[in-house]
């Protein structure tokens, strides 16, 4: 029988190798990109929010190590059709256990790259062109 490590380990490769949602958002209202300057590590996250604040749809691109991509993806499938009030109570700690194994700090910034991006792109609104 596998660990619980082992079991964690498969879940984030399981979304690094088939991700929710990535690629780009036609359509979106709001958006942000940021990296990590330690690594490399790049996130863009695009949303689609209605006037009600309600997440109708999300999607995000980039490019990095397992860890900040799997965490991106995960973190989008969590906050799918969530409000951006629920956003807001999801914290830097709830991103940690909802990724799963324990990470040196180091490796934490890769996975709160996205958790960081989301926060700000709620705050990010595209412009019309």
Same mark, same amino acid.
């Given at each position: 029988?596998? /660990?619980?490590?082992?079991?964690?380990?498969? $879940?984030?490769?399981? $979304?690094?190798?088939? *991700? &929710? $949602?990535?690629?780009?958002?036609?359509?979106?209202?709001?958006? $942000?990109?940021?990296?990590?300057?330690?690594? @490399?590590?790049?996130?863009?996250? +695009?949303?689609?929010?209605?006037?009600?604040?309600?997440? +109708? #749809?999300?999607? &995000? !691109?980039? #490019?990095?190590?397992?860890?900040?991509?799997? /965490?991106?993806?995960?973190?989008? +499938?969590?906050?799918?059709?969530?409000?951006?009030?629920?956003?807001? @109570? &999801? /914290?830097?700690?709830?991103?940690?256990?909802?990724?799963?194994?324990?990470?040196? *700090?180091?490796?934490?910034?890769?996975?709160?790259?996205?958790?960081?991006?989301?926060?700000?792109?709620?705050? /990010?609104?595209? !412009?019309?062109?």
């Amino acid at each position: 029988m596998p /660990s619980e490590e082992e079991l964690y380990q498969e $879940h984030v490769l399981d $979304h690094y190798e088939d *991700p &929710f $949602h990535r690629g780009p958002l036609e359509g979106a209202t709001h958006a $942000h990109e940021d990296k990590n300057p330690l690594c @490399g590590d790049v996130v863009r996250i +695009e949303l689609k929010l209605d006037a009600d604040g309600k997440i +109708e #749809d999300l999607y &995000f !691109t980039g #490019d990095g190590c397992v860890i900040s991509q799997a /965490s991106a993806s995960m973190l989008l +499938e969590k906050i799918y059709g969530k409000t951006v009030d629920d956003l807001k @109570g &999801f /914290s830097a700690a709830d991103m940690l256990v909802l990724y799963g194994p324990r990470l040196t *700090p180091n490796r934490q910034k890769c996975c709160l790259l996205s958790w960081k991006v989301l926060q700000s792109a709620v705050h /990010s609104p595209l !412009t019309e062109k």
